[in-house]
């Protein structure tokens, strides 16, 4: 019999083997801890995260289809459209587009059907961001075939939205490419610069000419429509809407019907005609050749014939008449100033011309290698004579003529609204001859600035200023694009010139049309005008730049015109000469129906001069 030994009285036998110890402590911190850890993490998830994760959540539920603002219209003096907007149809896709499933399929379908790379199309949703909200242009104006395309595969394409939207357009074309310029689309770095102005992807930006001048004013607002959308994508309903603010108009000075006279009277040649109000600058017409259509950059994408056309090695998109070259003898302006109010010389002095002058050991030419006998200012200006005013510049002195320069507006810029665009030209001195050549100025360097030639630069602008201010009565404007009602003063300052010599400047170019290089513009079919021709040599082996600049009514001028041939051989009197007169033909006969006889074609007109 086995024996069981029973407990002892009064004890008792503990058979617990959890809990023993300090496991209920540890249990107790352990789930302590955790449940600490899970408040942390909602916590951060909801305050430190919560803005992120509500905007990613809102992004799939709610989303932002912008509407973009309406740019500025653009017109002419008179009221007549320059630059407009059309509404072609561009393809949208959603910042995420890429990240999805489907991206496999709806890539390469795209890339067929737009012929555009996946790889710019991923670069663009990538530049937007994943957490964007709003639409991603990848392609604009597309065609009513690719339209079709899309269409057809809809099925396939979960996401991609076509819309309409607002693209710049330009009426005339070619004819004023350079004073309007284009818009185009930010590249990226300039949207990184232009962020905190309020740009976006895709935004166009004025890339040139007014449409840059005057984006601000131009570019209006941007608005859009908050919306609902279901789970497949679907809109369910408008949440907000804020209206996009078009831009303002712009009212230019320009007069379209003289900016196409000027175009058509460039012709072949490649150069420039400026056309302004002498009595306060307003620029009326402003050519430039070779030039391109601004309408090619409203494209996604320019193709390989576009952009040849701006690309050229005849350099299309610069404005030649922002461009310097030497002046010629339509500087003789400046030097017939600088002799008559340094008082080196008098209104009624006369000076024997030469065939040729000769100044330490150079010989310097007559134009006519002969001479014209004994000359005074006005008819030395008729003339063009060479020896004339190299005589005055040797008396005058290099600082009296380099400063009379400045005073006329040459070797800086003249403030119209296209800085960027525009050369200063220049006008050379002592120190910029040491700094370059690292040799003193001369009296030769003085006899060639004299005729205008040299290292001298002047643009067609600066040109069409310094013939403005015999024309005015010797004051220097300010040319402007931006049509107002400020008084001319306003736009113009005095250079103080004795009555005395623009009496005389008045006289001799007057003289260049009557009887001297200019009689082609001796003609009843505009106004009694007074002009300067100019005649530039361009280097060794290449073709001479050629200049004329007029301003009529003579008596009471109305309108300046400068025109420049770049590398036109030739005279200025014979190449520059009918094409200021086209310009002003246009001119008169708009303004003045049936005072003047009509034009008549260029072989029946008065030859006159071929001189310079």
Same mark, same amino acid.
């Given at each position: ?15 617990? /083997? ?16 955790? /449940? ?61 587009? =890429? ?8 890539? &390469? ?179 430039? =050749? &070779? /030039? ?76 006519? =290698? ?99 201010? &015999? ?63 100019? /005649? ?41 000469? &009918? ?34």
């Amino acid at each position: 019999m086995d024996f069981i030994p029973s407990a002892l009285p009064g004890s008792k036998k503990d058979t617990r /083997t959890v809990g023993r110890g300090f496991q209920s402590v540890f249990l107790i911190i352990f789930t302590l801890i955790m /449940t600490a850890v899970i408040d942390a993490r909602l916590a951060y998830l909801q305050i430190v995260e919560g803005p992120k994760l509500r905007q990613r959540a809102e992004s799939n539920r709610i989303r932002m289809i912008p509407k973009q603002p309406e740019r500025g219209n653009i017109f002419d003096r008179n009221g007549k459209l320059l630059a407009s907007t059309r509404y072609p149809h561009s393809v949208y896709l959603w910042p995420m587009a =890429h990240t999805k499933p489907s991206w496999s399929i709806v890539a &390469p379908r795209l890339e067929k059907i737009l012929n555009i790379s996946q790889d710019d199309m991923e670069k663009k949703l990538k530049l937007a961001g994943a957490n964007s909200s709003s639409l991603v242009r990848i392609a604009r104006d597309i065609s009513e075939a690719e339209i079709t395309a899309l269409k057809e595969y809809a099925n396939e394409l979960p996401g991609v939205e076509i819309n309409t939207e607002a693209v710049r357009y330009y009426p005339e074309g070619l004819a004023l490419a350079h004073v309007l310029g284009y818009t185009r689309e930010l590249t990226p770095e300039q949207l990184e610069k232009r962020k905190q102005e309020g740009y976006r992807l895709g935004d166009v930006i004025g890339q040139m000419g007014v449409e840059k001048a005057y984006e601000n004013i131009l570019r209006g607002e941007w608005g859009g429509q908050q919306v609902e959308v279901d789970g497949a994508g679907r809109p369910i309903r408008v949440l907000g809407e804020k209206q996009a603010k078009a831009g303002n108009d712009l009212h230019l000075t320009i007069d379209i019907n003289l900016q196409k006279a000027a175009d058509q009277a460039l012709g072949k040649y490649q150069g420039a005609v400026v056309a302004i109000d002498p009595n306060n600058g307003a620029v009326l017409a402003m050519a430039s =050749h &070779p /030039t391109f259509d601004p309408n090619i950059f409203s494209k996604q994408k320019l193709s390989q014939k576009d952009w040849e056309s701006v690309q050229g090695k005849d350099h299309p998109l610069v404005n030649r008449a922002l461009s310097a070259f030497p002046p010629a003898s339509t500087f003789k302006i400046i030097t017939a100033s600088a002799g008559l109010e340094t008082g080196k010389f008098s209104p009624d002095t006369v000076l024997q011309t030469f065939g040729s002058l000769t100044v330490g050991g150079v010989t310097f030419g007559e134009w006519n =290698h002969a001479g014209f006998g004994p000359l005074g200012f006005p008819r030395a200006l008729a003339m063009s004579s060479d020896t004339f005013f190299y005589q005055v510049g040797r008396r005058v002195g290099g600082p009296d003529l380099i400063a009379w320069s400045r005073k006329y507006g040459f070797g800086q810029k003249t403030g119209i609204e296209f800085p960027n665009e525009e050369s200063k030209g220049l006008v050379p001195d002592e120190t910029w001859k040491q700094k370059v050549f690292k040799m003193p100025w001369t009296v030769g360097d003085t006899i060639n600035m004299s005729i205008g030639q040299g290292a001298l630069q002047v643009t067609p602008l600066q040109s069409a200023i310094m013939f403005s201010v &015999p024309a005015n009565g010797g004051y220097r404007v300010k040319p402007h694009l931006l049509k107002d009602h400020e008084e001319a003063k306003n736009w113009r300052v005095s250079l103080n010139m004795k009555p005395s010599t623009i009496k005389v400047l008045r006289d001799g170019l007057r003289k260049v049309v009557s009887e001297g290089t200019g009689k082609r513009l001796d003609v009843p079919t505009i106004a009694p005008a007074s002009g300067k021709s100019g /005649t530039a040599e361009a280097g060794v082996g290449r073709p001479n730049h050629t200049w004329f600049g007029a301003y009529a009514p003579s008596d009471k001028p109305e309108i300046v015109v400068v025109a420049f041939g770049e590398n036109s051989g030739d005279h200025g009197g014979t190449v520059c000469g &009918p094409m200021a007169l086209q310009v002003l033909e246009a001119y008169f006969q708009h303004k003045y129906p049936g005072k003047y006889q009509k034009p008549v074609s260029e072989g029946n007109q008065n030859s006159g001069s071929t001189g310079d």
